[in-house]
Structures are given as structure tokens and as C-alpha cells.
């Protein structure tokens, strides 16, 4: 059974450029959703993904936007990259539930580490 | 808004220890809380989950213990390797289906 796949696994960007990391989830989940992780720090939860429509967004700019795919597989984009936005950034694919507490949980892939030079 | 804090945020043991990792979180609204274990520069495992129903989880030498009324979860590690060495995660969801980590607590456990 395979797991969330993401790529590329590194990434060396320059400042102002764009840059796309992509994840497929695991097989029988359909909600996809991206977190940034700096260094020495937990995850921030940047967007969740839902039939193909975003559902939730945390406190990232506009410069950061996604999509999904008819598939569930999903891609992150950042504009104008910053020399800030070197970064793990983790997407986890979950089953969406209803809010009753009784959904499962969230897997994770290896993550992009990027880069911003 | 949703807050949680790990103590402690490091933590080195010698082998065969017994240990505790506390996770604390301010709304007690919460769907369920999971436990993650991530070696350097990896993803993020999954070790536990515990749905808000539920008052601990168990799975081999890992335990995890969840009062939501207190916003308080405990894992703990029995009998500690040093394979067991990596920073440990607590997340808990809340409305929306996402995700509010904790900063971590790194585990070395020392031969």
C-alpha cells in the first residue's frame, strides 16, 4: 500500500523565482493538505484540499496557492520566493470526516526540503 | 486559537529508561490528537492516534494517555532505545480537519 509520495525531495531556488512541489496521497484518502516546517520548529498548517476546492487556510500570504487534482494528487506553488521560505515542507493526506471525532488520522510524506538562496 | 506546547523540548536518557513526553493544548475542543516521530531532515510517522472519545491508546512499548478536559496528553516510551533517538511530535485537531503541532520534544537515548 503506498504511502504519500512527494517531489522533488530537495530544491535549490533564487529569490523572486516560482517554484511547484507536488504529492500524490495514499491510496484511499482524499483530502490533501501542505504544511511548512522551519528548522527546529513543528509544522504550520498552510492549506487543506477537499474535492478539489481549498477548505481551510492558515495564516500563509497569497503567495502560496495549490491545487488538486481530479486524482486527490495535489501541488503547492510559491510565488516570489523569499529567502524565509527555506523550508520542509510536508504534505499528509487524510479520509475526510465528519466532525464526530471519529475520522482517522493523517499520514505524512518524507517532505521537499527547499531551499531559497 | 489553538496552542500547544511540548515539555520537555529536549530530553537525553541513558538506555532502558522509562519516559514521559507531555503535551499540553489550550482548546479542549479537539476531534483527536496524534503522536509523530521524525528523524532529522524526514516526514513525519505516525505512532498513535486517540480520537476525543478515547482515553489512551496503546501499540508495543508506546502508551499514549489523552484528558481532554485538561489539555493534557502524556506518551510514554518503556524501556528506551537508542533507536528510539528522534524528536516526537504531538498534533491535535480541531474543527476543519487540521493540524496543531507542538514545537517537539528531541529524544536521545544513550547507549
Known amino acids: 500500500d503506498a504511502g504519500v509520495t512527494q517531489s522533488p525531495t530537495h530544491l535549490i531556488k533564487t529569490r523572486g523565482q516560482q517554484v511547484t512541489l507536488r504529492c500524490s496521497p495514499k491510496s484511499g484518502h482524499d483530502t490533501v493538505s501542505w504544511y511548512q516546517q522551519a528548522l527546529g520548529q513543528g509544522p504550520q498548517f498552510i492549506f487543506q484540499?477537499?474535492?478539489?476546492?481549498?477548505?481551510q487556510r492558515g495564516n500563509f500570504p497569497d503567495r502560496f496557492s495549490g491545487h488538486q487534482f481530479p486524482n486527490y494528487s495535489s501541488e503547492l506553488n510559491v510565488n516570489a520566493l523569499l529567502l524565509g521560505d527555506s523550508a520542509l515542507y510536508l504534505c499528509a493526506s487524510s479520509l475526510f470526516a465528519p466532525q464526530t471525532g471519529t475520522g482517522g488520522g493523517y499520514t505524512f510524506g518524507s517532505g521537499t526540503r527547499l531551499t531559497v538562496v | 486559537k489553538q496552542e500547544v506546547t511540548q515539555i520537555p523540548a529536549a530530553l537525553s536518557v541513558p538506555e532502558g529508561e522509562n519516559l514521559v513526553l507531555n503535551c499540553s493544548f489550550t482548546d479542549s475542543a479537539i476531534y483527536n490528537l496524534q503522536w509523530f516521530r521524525q528523524d532529522p531532515g524526514k516526514g513525519l510517522t505516525s505512532l498513535l492516534l486517540i480520537q476525543s472519545s478515547q482515553r489512551e491508546q496503546t501499540s508495543g512499548r508506546l502508551n499514549a494517555s489523552l484528558d481532554k478536559s485538561s489539555g493534557r496528553s502524556t506518551l510514554y516510551i518503556a524501556a528506551s532505545q537508542p533507536g528510539d533517538s528522534a524528536t516526537y511530535l504531538c498534533?491535535?485537531?480541531?474543527?476543519?480537519?487540521?493540524?496543531?503541532f507542538g514545537g517537539g520534544t528531541r529524544l536521545m537515548v544513550k547507549p
Open positions: 484540499y477537499y474535492e478539489e476546492e481549498e477548505r
Open positions: 498534533a491535535v485537531n480541531n474543527a476543519g480537519n487540521m493540524l496543531t
